[in-house]
């Protein structure tokens, strides 16, 4: 009889630990699971972005080369919403209704799914060249005869002669909506170099308030600044309802 009992003592402390490690092996395969779906999904997702990213570079390739990187995440609930909340979009060139830039970087905002809708919001820069600058000039502009866009140590010039002396016509470039508004703000003929304010307004109105419209760029698309570098015009550009198409 004590024989029995204590065997069966003796047994019994063996059985929680068996419960114990079967609630363990359950507990570690949910999480398996669990874990196994995140990765399923987060693979997907990236699937999805690669893929969308892919669709709208070739979608922007009648405008050049671009790397498009589509932020934020998940993109399967921004698809699923209809719009992509931040496009980033970089190019080394680009050119758009026959115009050239260089450098482009913009950033797209709520970015509808359905390409025929309008982009909520772009901001973007790019540099346009001195030698398109030239030619939307001759197209939209009346610049003297004979002279042309240079940048010297950062500053725009119109670039010409006279008497046989090189003529540069310092240049200060206006953003002004659609249009970009230039400026003379001193004349330099050989060595010598003479303020535009000596001069009467009725000798250098040739070479002031010379506009050069922007009309190309996409409806719902604005320059909000400019600068002069060695390659040409900086802009910054800001819009709200731009349509690419």
């Known amino acids: 009889m004590v024989s029995m009992m204590t065997a069966s003592t003796a047994e019994y402390p063996h059985e929680p630990p068996r419960r114990s490690s079967r609630r363990s092996t359950f507990i570690v395969t949910a999480v398996v699971v669990v874990i196994t779906l995140i990765v399923a999904i987060i693979a997907v997702d990236r699937v999805v972005d690669f893929t969308t990213e892919q669709r709208i570079a070739e979608d922007l390739e009648p405008y050049g080369d671009a790397d498009v990187?589509?932020?934020g995440f998940p993109v399967l609930t921004q698809m699923a919403g209809g719009t992509l909340?931040?496009?980033?979009v970089t190019a080394?060139?680009?050119r758009?209704?026959?115009?050239d830039f260089i450098d482009v970087d913009a950033k797209l905002f709520d970015v509808p799914i359905d390409t025929s809708r309008p982009i909520d919001t772009v901001e973007a820069s790019a540099v346009i060249p001195l030698a398109t600058i030239d030619s939307l000039a001759s197209e939209h502009a009346s610049l003297p005869t004979g002279m042309s866009f240079t940048t010297i140590d950062g500053g725009l010039f119109l670039k010409g002669s006279l008497l046989g002396q090189e003529l540069l016509i310092g240049i200060e470039p206006k953003a002004e909506s659609r249009r970009v508004i230039v400026n003379a703000?001193?004349?330099?003929?050989?060595s010598a170099k003479v303020d535009i304010d000596s001069i009467p307004s009725f000798l250098t109105s040739s070479i002031s308030d010379i506009?050069?419209?922007l009309d190309f760029l996409p409806a719902g698309l604005e320059l909000a600044d400019i600068d002069a570098t060695d390659t040409g015009l900086a802009i910054s550009l800001h819009g709200t309802g731009v349509s690419l198409s």
């Open 69 to 71: 990187n589509v932020e």
């Open 85 to 88: 909340n931040t496009v980033h």
């Open 92 to 94: 080394d060139r680009a």
């Open 96 to 99: 758009y209704d026959d115009v």
């Open 185 to 190: 703000t001193t004349i330099r003929l050989g």
């Open 211 to 213: 506009a050069i419209d």
